[in-house]
Protein backbone atom coordinates (compact mmCIF):
# COMPACT_ATOMS: atom_id res chain seq x y z
CA UNK A 1 0.00 0.00 0.00
CA UNK A 2 1.25 3.41 -0.68
CA UNK A 3 2.19 5.44 2.48
CA UNK A 4 0.05 9.01 2.90
CA UNK A 5 3.79 10.66 2.12
CA UNK A 6 4.21 9.17 -0.74
CA UNK A 7 -0.02 9.77 -1.55
CA UNK A 8 1.43 13.37 -1.27
CA UNK A 9 4.25 13.19 -3.58
CA UNK A 10 2.54 11.79 -6.30
CA UNK A 11 0.22 13.98 -5.88
CA UNK A 12 2.42 16.84 -6.16
CA UNK A 13 3.91 15.34 -9.67
CA UNK A 14 0.83 14.99 -11.27
CA UNK A 15 0.28 18.85 -10.33
CA UNK A 16 1.86 19.96 -13.47
CA UNK A 17 1.41 18.44 -16.94
CA UNK A 18 3.79 15.46 -17.73
CA UNK A 19 4.74 13.06 -19.95
CA UNK A 20 3.53 9.93 -18.64
CA UNK A 21 3.44 6.13 -20.04
CA UNK A 22 1.25 3.62 -18.75
CA UNK A 23 1.90 0.28 -19.71
CA UNK A 24 0.13 -3.45 -19.08
CA UNK A 25 1.46 -6.90 -19.46
CA UNK A 26 2.09 -8.70 -22.29
CA UNK A 27 -0.76 -10.59 -23.56
CA UNK A 28 -2.96 -8.30 -22.16
CA UNK A 29 -6.69 -9.07 -20.29
CA UNK A 30 -9.89 -7.58 -19.25
CA UNK A 31 -8.31 -6.16 -15.82
CA UNK A 32 -4.87 -5.20 -17.58
CA UNK A 33 -6.20 -3.10 -20.14
CA UNK A 34 -8.80 -1.68 -17.74
CA UNK A 35 -7.08 -0.32 -15.44
CA UNK A 36 -4.57 1.12 -17.90
CA UNK A 37 -7.22 2.64 -20.11
CA UNK A 38 -9.03 3.25 -16.93
CA UNK A 39 -5.82 5.22 -15.33
CA UNK A 40 -5.46 6.90 -18.85
CA UNK A 41 -8.70 8.27 -19.52
CA UNK A 42 -8.14 10.20 -15.80
CA UNK A 43 -4.79 11.50 -16.62
CA UNK A 44 -6.11 12.57 -19.68
CA UNK A 45 -8.13 15.34 -18.21
CA UNK A 46 -5.60 16.54 -15.90
CA UNK A 47 -3.79 17.62 -19.10
CA UNK A 48 -0.81 15.10 -19.04
CA UNK A 49 0.57 14.16 -22.24
CA UNK A 50 -0.59 10.55 -21.73
CA UNK A 51 0.55 7.46 -23.76
CA UNK A 52 -0.93 4.08 -23.65
CA UNK A 53 1.99 1.46 -24.28
CA UNK A 54 0.72 -1.84 -24.72
CA UNK A 55 3.65 -4.89 -25.60
CA UNK A 56 1.86 -6.93 -27.95
CA UNK A 57 -0.97 -6.80 -29.83
CA UNK A 58 -4.71 -6.18 -27.70
CA UNK A 59 -7.38 -9.08 -28.21
CA UNK A 60 -10.58 -8.01 -30.01
CA UNK A 61 -12.91 -9.17 -27.89
CA UNK A 62 -11.26 -5.95 -25.58
CA UNK A 63 -10.70 -3.09 -28.26
CA UNK A 64 -14.03 -1.81 -27.87
CA UNK A 65 -12.69 -0.22 -24.09
CA UNK A 66 -12.14 3.65 -24.63
CA UNK A 67 -8.97 4.65 -25.27
CA UNK A 68 -7.79 1.57 -26.96
CA UNK A 69 -7.70 3.79 -31.25
CA UNK A 70 -4.85 5.61 -29.37
CA UNK A 71 -2.65 3.02 -27.67
CA UNK A 72 1.03 2.05 -29.35
CA UNK A 73 1.65 -1.84 -29.47
CA UNK A 74 5.74 -1.91 -28.51
CA UNK A 75 6.01 -5.00 -30.45
CA UNK A 76 5.91 -5.07 -34.26
CA UNK A 77 5.84 -1.89 -36.73
CA UNK A 78 5.62 0.66 -33.68
CA UNK A 79 9.17 -0.43 -31.79
CA UNK A 80 11.17 2.38 -32.66
CA UNK A 81 8.33 5.17 -32.17
CA UNK A 82 7.19 3.35 -28.53
CA UNK A 83 10.95 3.35 -27.36
CA UNK A 84 11.18 7.10 -28.29
CA UNK A 85 7.88 7.48 -26.38
CA UNK A 86 9.10 5.66 -23.54
CA UNK A 87 12.69 7.57 -23.57
CA UNK A 88 10.79 10.51 -23.70
CA UNK A 89 8.38 9.86 -20.36
CA UNK A 90 8.94 11.52 -17.14
CA UNK A 91 6.94 9.10 -15.15
CA UNK A 92 5.86 5.25 -16.00
CA UNK A 93 3.29 3.40 -14.97
CA UNK A 94 2.98 -0.25 -14.84
CA UNK A 95 -0.60 -1.80 -14.26
CA UNK A 96 -1.62 -5.93 -13.43
CA UNK A 97 2.31 -6.91 -13.31
CA UNK A 98 5.27 -6.16 -11.04
CA UNK A 99 8.23 -7.75 -12.96
CA UNK A 100 9.61 -6.29 -15.93
CA UNK A 101 9.69 -9.78 -17.66
CA UNK A 102 6.69 -9.84 -17.60
CA UNK A 103 6.65 -6.91 -20.83
CA UNK A 104 8.65 -9.32 -22.90
CA UNK A 105 12.05 -10.06 -23.29
CA UNK A 106 12.79 -7.01 -25.87
CA UNK A 107 10.33 -4.14 -23.89
CA UNK A 108 12.04 -5.32 -20.70
CA UNK A 109 15.27 -4.25 -22.03
CA UNK A 110 14.18 -0.69 -23.06
CA UNK A 111 12.81 -0.40 -19.42
CA UNK A 112 15.41 -1.12 -17.59
CA UNK A 113 17.56 1.48 -19.30
CA UNK A 114 15.10 4.56 -18.42
CA UNK A 115 15.43 7.09 -16.04
CA UNK A 116 11.99 8.13 -15.59
CA UNK A 117 10.31 7.65 -12.02
CA UNK A 118 8.34 4.53 -11.95
CA UNK A 119 4.84 3.54 -10.35
CA UNK A 120 3.49 0.16 -10.24
CA UNK A 121 -0.08 -0.67 -9.05
CA UNK A 122 -0.63 -4.70 -8.90
CA UNK A 123 -2.25 -7.24 -6.64
CA UNK A 124 0.32 -10.09 -7.33
CA UNK A 125 2.67 -11.81 -5.18
CA UNK A 126 6.48 -10.81 -4.40
CA UNK A 127 6.91 -7.62 -6.41
CA UNK A 128 10.02 -6.51 -8.00
CA UNK A 129 11.75 -3.29 -6.91
CA UNK A 130 11.87 -1.23 -10.00
CA UNK A 131 9.26 1.56 -9.15
CA UNK A 132 9.86 4.25 -6.81
CA UNK A 133 6.30 4.13 -5.88
CA UNK A 134 4.46 0.83 -5.02
CA UNK A 135 1.16 0.27 -4.52
CA UNK A 136 0.99 -3.56 -4.22
CA UNK A 137 -1.86 -5.88 -2.40
CA UNK A 138 -3.07 -9.35 -2.99
CA UNK A 139 -5.90 -8.93 -0.79
CA UNK A 140 -7.02 -6.99 -3.82
CA UNK A 141 -9.17 -9.39 -6.54
CA UNK A 142 -8.18 -7.06 -9.35
CA UNK A 143 -5.79 -3.99 -10.08
CA UNK A 144 -8.75 -2.03 -11.43
CA UNK A 145 -10.11 -1.76 -8.00
CA UNK A 146 -7.09 -0.93 -7.10
CA UNK A 147 -7.01 1.99 -9.46
CA UNK A 148 -10.58 3.02 -8.17
CA UNK A 149 -8.79 3.37 -5.01
CA UNK A 150 -5.90 4.94 -5.88
CA UNK A 151 -7.88 7.64 -7.56
CA UNK A 152 -9.72 8.22 -4.53
CA UNK A 153 -6.10 8.97 -2.27
CA UNK A 154 -5.48 11.43 -4.94
CA UNK A 155 -8.93 13.23 -4.92
CA UNK A 156 -9.56 12.51 -8.18
CA UNK A 157 -13.17 10.73 -7.88
CA UNK A 158 -14.82 13.46 -9.16
CA UNK A 159 -12.61 13.09 -13.02
CA UNK A 160 -14.26 9.16 -12.71
CA UNK A 161 -16.34 9.72 -16.02
CA UNK A 162 -18.41 7.25 -18.06
CA UNK A 163 -15.19 5.60 -19.96
CA UNK A 164 -13.90 5.66 -16.93
CA UNK A 165 -16.38 3.90 -15.28
CA UNK A 166 -16.19 1.25 -18.17
CA UNK A 167 -13.01 0.49 -17.80
CA UNK A 168 -12.50 -0.28 -14.20
CA UNK A 169 -15.74 -1.66 -14.68
CA UNK A 170 -14.09 -4.35 -16.85
CA UNK A 171 -11.54 -5.56 -15.20
CA UNK A 172 -13.44 -5.90 -11.95
CA UNK A 173 -16.11 -8.08 -13.76
CA UNK A 174 -13.17 -10.17 -15.46
CA UNK A 175 -10.74 -10.35 -12.86
CA UNK A 176 -13.33 -11.43 -10.41
CA UNK A 177 -14.88 -14.32 -12.51
CA UNK A 178 -17.97 -12.35 -12.61
CA UNK A 179 -18.08 -11.67 -9.11
CA UNK A 180 -17.84 -15.29 -8.15
CA UNK A 181 -14.02 -15.36 -7.04
CA UNK A 182 -13.22 -15.43 -2.78
CA UNK A 183 -11.46 -11.59 -2.76
CA UNK A 184 -15.09 -10.38 -3.93
CA UNK A 185 -16.09 -8.72 -1.08
CA UNK A 186 -18.83 -6.17 -0.23
CA UNK A 187 -16.05 -3.14 -0.94
CA UNK A 188 -15.95 -4.96 -4.70
CA UNK A 189 -19.41 -4.62 -4.86
CA UNK A 190 -19.78 -1.20 -3.70
CA UNK A 191 -17.33 -0.01 -5.90
CA UNK A 192 -19.09 -1.59 -9.06
CA UNK A 193 -22.53 0.22 -7.60
CA UNK A 194 -20.76 3.57 -7.95
CA UNK A 195 -19.31 3.11 -10.97
CA UNK A 196 -22.60 1.87 -12.67
CA UNK A 197 -23.56 5.13 -11.06
CA UNK A 198 -20.82 7.20 -13.08
CA UNK A 199 -22.08 5.70 -16.40
CA UNK A 200 -20.87 2.31 -16.29
CA UNK A 201 -22.92 -0.17 -18.93
CA UNK A 202 -23.05 -3.07 -16.88
CA UNK A 203 -25.02 -5.16 -19.33
CA UNK A 204 -23.43 -3.75 -22.54
CA UNK A 205 -20.15 -4.68 -20.90
CA UNK A 206 -20.94 -8.25 -20.28
CA UNK A 207 -22.38 -8.40 -23.98
CA UNK A 208 -19.19 -7.01 -25.19
CA UNK A 209 -17.08 -9.46 -23.49
CA UNK A 210 -18.86 -12.73 -23.60
CA UNK A 211 -21.99 -12.52 -26.04
CA UNK A 212 -20.05 -11.54 -29.19
CA UNK A 213 -18.59 -14.32 -30.33
CA UNK A 214 -17.87 -15.81 -34.11
CA UNK A 215 -18.62 -19.06 -35.17
CA UNK A 216 -14.65 -19.73 -35.61
CA UNK A 217 -14.50 -19.42 -31.31
CA UNK A 218 -17.61 -21.06 -30.33
CA UNK A 219 -16.40 -24.07 -32.68
CA UNK A 220 -13.01 -23.89 -30.56
CA UNK A 221 -14.46 -23.74 -27.16
CA UNK A 222 -16.30 -27.29 -28.64
CA UNK A 223 -13.04 -28.89 -29.72
CA UNK A 224 -11.52 -27.86 -26.64
CA UNK A 225 -14.40 -29.30 -24.12
CA UNK A 226 -14.40 -32.34 -26.49
CA UNK A 227 -10.35 -32.54 -24.97
CA UNK A 228 -11.67 -32.15 -21.78
CA UNK A 229 -9.94 -34.81 -19.32
CA UNK A 230 -10.63 -35.72 -15.72
CA UNK A 231 -8.66 -37.29 -13.22
CA UNK A 232 -10.97 -37.74 -10.67
CA UNK A 233 -8.23 -39.23 -8.07
CA UNK A 234 -6.97 -35.65 -7.97
CA UNK A 235 -10.42 -34.17 -7.99
CA UNK A 236 -8.30 -32.69 -11.36
CA UNK A 237 -9.29 -31.72 -14.48
CA UNK A 238 -7.50 -30.26 -17.69
CA UNK A 239 -8.20 -29.25 -21.27
CA UNK A 240 -5.46 -29.11 -24.40
CA UNK A 241 -5.55 -27.17 -27.37
CA UNK A 242 -2.77 -28.03 -30.11
CA UNK A 243 -1.49 -25.66 -32.69
CA UNK A 244 -3.12 -27.81 -35.15
CA UNK A 245 -6.61 -27.29 -33.19
CA UNK A 246 -6.29 -23.38 -33.42
CA UNK A 247 -5.41 -23.59 -37.08
CA UNK A 248 -8.43 -25.53 -37.58
CA UNK A 249 -10.47 -23.21 -36.48
CA UNK A 250 -8.68 -19.74 -37.36
CA UNK A 251 -7.43 -18.62 -33.91
CA UNK A 252 -7.06 -15.68 -33.15
CA UNK A 253 -5.80 -13.81 -29.89
CA UNK A 254 -8.49 -13.87 -27.09
CA UNK A 255 -10.17 -16.68 -28.24
CA UNK A 256 -9.53 -18.99 -25.66
CA UNK A 257 -10.26 -16.63 -22.72
CA UNK A 258 -11.93 -18.08 -20.37
CA UNK A 259 -11.72 -21.74 -21.45
CA UNK A 260 -10.02 -22.76 -18.45
CA UNK A 261 -12.45 -21.85 -16.40
CA UNK A 262 -14.65 -24.51 -17.94
CA UNK A 263 -12.79 -27.59 -16.00
CA UNK A 264 -13.80 -26.25 -12.44
CA UNK A 265 -17.77 -26.36 -13.43
CA UNK A 266 -17.43 -30.34 -13.29
CA UNK A 267 -18.63 -31.98 -9.39
CA UNK A 268 -15.56 -32.50 -6.86
CA UNK A 269 -12.99 -30.96 -9.38
CA UNK A 270 -11.37 -28.04 -6.99
CA UNK A 271 -8.17 -27.89 -9.49
CA UNK A 272 -7.92 -27.38 -13.33
CA UNK A 273 -5.72 -26.84 -15.91
CA UNK A 274 -5.37 -25.38 -19.80
CA UNK A 275 -2.70 -26.11 -22.11
CA UNK A 276 -2.29 -23.78 -25.45
CA UNK A 277 0.43 -25.03 -27.75
CA UNK A 278 2.21 -21.75 -29.56
CA UNK A 279 4.67 -23.48 -32.10
CA UNK A 280 5.71 -19.56 -33.15
CA UNK A 281 7.00 -19.03 -29.58
CA UNK A 282 7.57 -22.65 -29.13
CA UNK A 283 6.05 -23.13 -26.12
CA UNK A 284 3.00 -24.20 -24.32
CA UNK A 285 0.95 -21.93 -22.88
CA UNK A 286 -0.89 -23.16 -19.08
CA UNK A 287 -3.43 -21.34 -17.12
CA UNK A 288 -4.42 -22.89 -13.35
CA UNK A 289 -7.86 -22.49 -11.66
CA UNK A 290 -8.45 -23.90 -8.45
CA UNK A 291 -11.01 -23.76 -5.54
CA UNK A 292 -10.64 -23.55 -1.87
CA UNK A 293 -7.42 -23.46 -0.46
CA UNK A 294 -4.99 -25.06 -2.96
CA UNK A 295 -2.28 -23.00 -4.22
CA UNK A 296 -1.98 -22.53 -8.15
CA UNK A 297 0.37 -19.98 -7.41
CA UNK A 298 2.90 -22.48 -5.84
CA UNK A 299 2.52 -24.96 -8.11
CA UNK A 300 2.92 -22.22 -11.14
CA UNK A 301 5.79 -20.64 -9.83
CA UNK A 302 7.59 -24.33 -8.57
CA UNK A 303 6.96 -26.07 -12.08
CA UNK A 304 5.84 -23.95 -14.38
CA UNK A 305 8.31 -21.26 -14.97
CA UNK A 306 4.91 -18.77 -13.82
CA UNK A 307 2.85 -17.62 -10.44
CA UNK A 308 0.19 -15.31 -10.06
CA UNK A 309 -2.56 -15.93 -7.43
CA UNK A 310 -3.30 -18.80 -4.98
CA UNK A 311 -6.34 -19.75 -6.93
CA UNK A 312 -5.40 -18.08 -10.64
CA UNK A 313 -2.00 -18.72 -11.64
CA UNK A 314 -0.52 -18.89 -15.35
CA UNK A 315 2.91 -20.50 -16.79
CA UNK A 316 4.90 -21.67 -19.67
CA UNK A 317 6.86 -25.14 -20.50
CA UNK A 318 9.11 -25.55 -23.29
CA UNK A 319 8.08 -29.63 -23.76
CA UNK A 320 6.08 -30.85 -26.12
CA UNK A 321 2.41 -30.40 -25.56
CA UNK A 322 2.35 -33.75 -24.47
CA UNK A 323 5.76 -34.16 -22.64
CA UNK A 324 4.22 -31.43 -20.63
CA UNK A 325 0.85 -32.55 -19.57
CA UNK A 326 2.34 -36.01 -18.58
CA UNK A 327 4.58 -33.98 -16.60
CA UNK A 328 1.42 -32.09 -15.15
CA UNK A 329 0.02 -35.63 -14.26
CA UNK A 330 2.75 -36.72 -12.46
CA UNK A 331 3.49 -33.28 -10.47
CA UNK A 332 -0.59 -34.53 -9.09
CA UNK A 333 0.68 -37.49 -7.41
CA UNK A 334 3.49 -35.40 -4.85
CA UNK A 335 1.02 -32.13 -4.92
CA UNK A 336 -2.14 -33.12 -4.70
CA UNK A 337 -1.97 -36.66 -2.41
Same mark, same amino acid.
Given at each position: MLESHQISTLKSLL?? #??????????NVDGDAMGSTLGLYNILKQLNHQVTVVVPNDIPEYLK?? #??????? /?? %???????? &?? $??? %?????? &??????????? %??? %?? /????????????????? #???? =???? !??? &????????? /?YDFIQDLNLSHYINKDVANCLYTG? =???????? !??? &??? +????IVADLIDKGAENTQIYINLYDNSNYNRLQLLGRALQNLRVLPQYNTSYIALSQDDLDEFNYEKGDTEG $????????? +? /?????? !????? +?????? $??FRSQGDFDVN???????????????AGGKSFDTLEETINKFIAILATEKK
Open positions: ET #PKRISIIPHRWL #PGTDNTI /VF %EGNETNNA &TR $ILE %ESELIF &TLDFNALHRTG %EQM %ER /VLKTLPATFVMIDHHEK #PDTY =AAFT !FSS &TTYGSTCQM /VI =ATDSGGFR !FPR &TTG +DTHR $IVNYGLTIK +D /VDFTAF !FSENK +DEKIIK $ISQLARKHFNGGGHINA
